[in-house]
T-cell receptor, first 118, second 115 residues
Framework: DAGVIQSPRHEVTEMGQEVTLRCKPISGHDYLFWYRQTMMRGLELLIYFNNNVPIDDSGMPEDRFSAKMPNASFSTLKIQPSEPRDSAVYFC????????????????FGQGTRLTVV | AQTVTQSQPEMSVQEAETVTLSCTYDTSESDYYLFWYKQPPSRQMILVIRQEAYKQQNATENRFSVNFQKAAKSFSLKISDSQLGDAAMYFCAYRSASNGNQFYFGTGTSLTVIP
């Protein structure tokens, strides 16, 4: 498996523009997490999905942030409009929890998207 | 919500020596998982080691081992025979086995390996 794939790796955009970050989880995984990493705040959980359904979006900082998971192999994190304080590295991670056949709780991370809003 | 605390923002170790990174967590649950992740300058988050709370035996992966003290809610990482490639940010993480299954991360420890 290719692992969790995020695109783009780097994104530079102007304040006020819409930004869309993309994530392809590992095939068969049923959990998907979006994190934001900054020097000041460390790793913050923004939102996570289970079987494509958002479970907890309490970490989404503002209404400018939205996330979707239209199917098991794709998720997006959108920021509209973007602001300089949104500059960070955004990680997507996926995981599988399977009962009965063994537990696989490890989260596997993508390489992250470094977002710079100028 | 569960909290994960890493009280050492920075650590350093001589190459070939042993270093221990500390992590404590707060939970009222009995069933959970604990992890150490490594983040080198490439920023890729890499799993180092995992511990299931129901297992009494400490997990070991080559030069990496943990000291899991469930009653004390402590989960330290020992790196033996440190190598230059071990230099990275290390994150301790907690995952509930039942309550939402989300992850909680510590603030990280930056490890420097001195040649």
């Amino acid at each position: 498996d290719a692992g969790v794939i995020q695109s783009p790796r780097h994104e530079v955009t102007e304040m006020g523009q819409e930004v869309t970050l993309r994530c392809k989880p590992i095939s068969g995984h049923d959990y998907l997490f979006w994190y934001r990493q900054t020097m000041m705040r460390g790793l913050e959980l923004l939102i996570y999905f289970n079987n494509n359904v958002p479970i907890d979006d309490s970490g989404m900082p503002e209404d400018r942030f939205s996330a979707k998971m239209p199917n098991a192999s794709f998720s997006t994190l959108k920021i509209q409009p973007s602001e300089p304080r949104d500059s960070a590295v955004y990680f997507c991670a996926s995981s599988l929890i399977r009962t009965g056949g063994g537990l696989h709780p490890t989260a596997f991370f993508g390489q992250g998207t470094r977002l710079t809003v100028v | 919500a569960q909290t994960v605390t890493q009280s050492q923002p920075e650590m350093s170790v001589q190459e070939a020596e042993t270093v221990t990174l500390s992590c404590t967590y707060d939970t009222s649950e009995s069933d959970y998982y604990l992890f150490w992740y490594k983040q080198p300058p490439s920023r890729q988050m890499i799993l180092v080691i995992r511990q299931e709370a129901y297992k009494q035996q400490n997990a070991t992966e080559n030069r990496f081992s943990v000291n899991f003290q469930k009653a004390a809610k402590s989960f330290s990482l020992k790196i033996s025979d440190s190598q230059l490639g071990d230099a990275a940010m290390y994150f301790c993480a907690y995952r509930s086995a039942s309550n939402g299954n989300q992850f909680y991360f510590g603030t990280g420890t930056s490890l420097t390996v001195i040649p």
